[in-house]
């Protein structure tokens, strides 16, 4: 992932400039220091469910496999899943079906009550990912 760079107003570059030699450098550490905790509560949280797990025969040694060997299990979600139940990108593509669901009944899109009509008064329901994204877009 490349970080977007952010321009400094003037204010902060001399406030920061004030307490720090380098302002560049403090920043690398930062990111570097909170991906190192972050990695460490992701495995000290996961490792007993993998322990747990009798699909799992074996957990590497080597801390970025055991993140790989994470993320790629079907229970795992990230953040931003865990919070509002549904990913960032394109619903069309990234998107599991069930995540469709949950964004359309918290943006309130009806996609299989029948209380969505069409012209013709007939209920409009979605029957698949591709319908649910139909419907989303016409929002």
Do not use: F, H
């Amino acid at each position: 992932m490349d970080i977007t760079k952010r321009t400094l107003t003037t204010t902060e570059e001399s406030v920061l400039k004030n307490d720090l030699l380098d302002v560049q450098d403090w920043v690398t550490k930062a990111i570097d220091g909170k991906a190192s905790k972050c990695k460490k509560r992701m495995i000290d949280e996961w490792l007993p469910k993998l322990y747990a797990d009798d699909s799992v025969d074996s957990i590497p040694a080597s801390e970025d496999d055991i993140v790989a060997l994470i993320v790629a299990r079907d229970d795992y979600k990230n953040r931003v899943v865990r919070n509002q139940g549904y990913p960032e990108g394109d619903p069309s593509t990234d998107w599991e079906l069930s995540e469709l669901q949950k964004y359309c009944d918290d943006n309130s899109v009806d996609y299989e009550d029948g209380t969505n009509l069409d012209e013709d008064e007939n209920a409009i329901a979605a029957n698949s990912k591709a319908e649910l994204v139909e419907l989303i877009e016409a929002e």
